[in-house]
């Protein structure tokens, strides 16, 4: 089936048979006061019943463009990402695509059906059991009776609720809730499947066939759109990725130039760190604050800077900070990932663990890591770091440092660098 969405008007369907999802200069604009919102919506309501012109293509007092003249296609059996900081207009295009919200100007073409990963389970109703809300669901989602009727089983063993398929949903966890709109989604055979960072459903072992029925579809040939914080998740999904920022598109593109810029807008060149050091850019920049990260880099053990790393040799990361107080106790948290590859994590180290009780005094500082050894094979890797101190509470954090690994003669054919002697007794 053909879906188009055009200022509230019908358009003519998509003509190049290659292309399953076609976004054409889509606008979308929202009011922060909702006393004001709710006095625009009624204008807007008479405009349309007086078949008036709403002028959709400007601001009002008050308010802001989520989506600014965005445009995309989306070709059959690719992935698209969508990538951005929060209140970048990226769940705002996920739910324009799906139909829940109209653009104010620009159209959105869909030929096929189109199913949702969204807040899985939020349209549910609690007092109906689980069956009766799978036919609702699954129909709403385009299935005949007959279809939801050939499915039906597949869904419950996936979702794993035989148990409880004939209570009422009000009875369910919030993560049988998820399970079962996964399973819904999924199930419905979609043509595209929109994905709104909801795949940390259920355990570890149900998140891993979450992932392989996604991969399968995909084989299948389902069109994916994925908006995600996640660049592992990104560059693992998806062909091609736009990244949003306030509404605009900065670039769309091959996923990992695509997801460079973004970490090069995340990360930014520290004033008075060493060439090549790597600052955060998101942090508070409030005057209250106790301590952030300024700058992060690799230096050899001379104390130059290093853009790559060397397969066993040796290297300290470091992280530069400036404090306001003395800060103590503090925990320092790495989690290295390797780009493409779809496991979860390559090396997570934490200096609590490790017994090292850190504590920074006001001014700016730096805290080392030394490695002795760089044991990663050689490959692209992302570094996510925190710092923080117990319960709950962080000072500061870099999303996604990115730092390339290169090739040692004695590295061969192996995972990692093991440091060895040779001796004969």
């Known amino acids: 089936m053909t879906n188009t969405t055009e200022n509230n008007l019908i358009s003519s369907p998509i003509n190049d048979d290659d292309v399953i999802l076609s976004i054409e200069n889509v606008s979308k604009k929202f009011c922060r006061n909702l006393k004001q919102a709710y006095v625009y919506g009624l204008k807007d309501i008479a405009a349309e019943v007086l078949g008036n012109n709403r002028a959709s293509h400007k601001l009002r007092k008050g308010e802001f463009w989520a989506l600014n003249n965005v445009s995309i296609d989306l070709k059959r059996g690719e992935s698209l990402g969508l990538i951005g900081v929060n209140g970048s207009g990226k769940t705002t295009l996920l739910r324009i695509i799906s139909g829940l919200i109209k653009p104010d100007t620009g159209s959105v073409s869909i030929d096929g059906r189109i199913s949702a990963l969204i807040a899985l389970g939020a349209g549910f109703n609690p007092l109906l059991s689980g069956r009766e809300n799978v036919y609702v669901n699954m129909c709403i989602l385009g299935l005949s009776r007959k279809e939801i009727d050939n499915f039906f089983e597949q869904v419950v063993d996936f979702a794993e609720v035989w148990d409880a398929i004939d209570a009422p949903v009000r009875t369910y966890s919030s993560g049988m809730r998820a399970r079962l709109g996964f399973a819904c989604a999924v199930y419905t055979n979609p043509d595209i499947l929109l994905i709104d960072e909801v795949l940390a ?17 995909r084989e299948k040939g389902t069109s994916f759109v994925l908006v995600s914080h996640s660049s592992n998740a990104i560059l693992n999904i998806c062909n091609s990725t736009l990244y949003l920022s306030k509404g605009k598109a900065i670039i769309h593109d091959a996923t990992e130039l695509v997801i460079s810029k973004y970490q090069e807008d995340l990360l930014m060149i520290g004033s008075d760190a060493p060439k090549g050091a790597m600052a955060n850019a998101t942090h508070n920049s409030d005057d209250s604050e106790e301590l952030h990260i300024t700058s992060v880099f690799f230096k050899d053990d001379k104390g130059n800077t290093l853009n790559k790393l060397v397969c066993g040799k040796p290297a300290y990361l470091c992280i530069q900070c400036k404090a306001y107080k003395k800060v103590d106790s503090i925990i320092v948290g790495i989690i290295i990932r390797e780009i493409g590859n779809k496991t979860d994590s390559v090396l997570s180290i934490n200096s609590e663990r490790d017994k090292q009780h850190l504590e920074i005094l006001p001014g700016e500082r730096e805290i080392q890591l030394k490695m002795p050894y760089c044991g990663l094979k050689p490959g692209i890797y992302t570094m996510k770091i925190n710092i923080s101190k117990r ?6 954090m870099v999303e996604s440092f990115k730092f390339e690994v290169e090739r040692n003669k004695k590295m061969n054919q192996c995972e990692f660098y093991q440091p060895r002697t040779w001796h004969i007794d």
């Open 201 to 217: 459903v259920g355990d570890a072992r149900f998140r891993t066939k979450c992932y392989r029925k996604l991969n399968e579809l």
């Open 391 to 396: 319960p709950f509470y962080l000072y500061d």
